[in-house]
């Protein structure tokens, strides 16, 4: 698939507008398997846990990852999905040069993972101005049954809100 099939106006008018769009099969099907497969795999959270780049929810025993930031260092199937498709998109949509920035893992593990209420990305990230775009790949199929993400349309127009 061509790159220039995501890039129409009506996606970025969408974008502007509501703050998010989502866009279906950007990646390879195989490539996003591959990063599935690789972070099950994964069981050396030694380092990253002594630099706080992994957090992990613990009920009963379990332990679970809940979040895994710098991941494309610790898993470098992760660094393929640095790519032109996703750069070139989020250029296209912010009309300007855009970098990547570190990949972050979110896993909500089912029955024991905590909650994680509602925020904006750019109440971390801090980006003055707020110009960028926060790329969303899901590892599995995200339905309402197992808790998809949810996103709040236009509320990026009033810039960032208190969090508690």
Do not use: W
């Amino acid at each position: 698939m061509n790159d220039k099939n995501f890039e129409n106006e009506s996606l970025k008018r969408t974008f502007k507008k509501d703050g998010v769009v989502v866009v279906k099969k950007l990646l390879n099907k195989k490539l996003v398997l591959d990063c599935k497969k690789s972070i099950e795999k994964f069981d050396d959270y030694l380092l990253p846990k002594s630099l706080d780049h992994a957090v992990f929810d613990e009920v009963e025993g379990i332990e679970v990852i809940k979040y895994f930031q710098h991941l494309q260092i610790y898993i470098p199937q992760f660094l393929k999905l640095y790519n032109s498709r996703i750069l070139n998109f989020a250029s296209f949509l912010l009309e300007q040069n855009v970098n990547f920035s570190p990949m972050g893992l979110h896993n909500k593990a089912p029955k024991i993972g905590t909650f994680t209420p509602y925020h904006q990305d750019n109440f971390y990230s801090c980006m003055t101005p707020p110009d960028f775009v926060t790329a969303y790949v899901p590892l599995v199929k995200m339905t309402p049954e197992n808790g998809g993400l949810i996103y709040i349309r236009e509320s990026h127009l009033d810039g960032v809100k208190k969090h508690y």
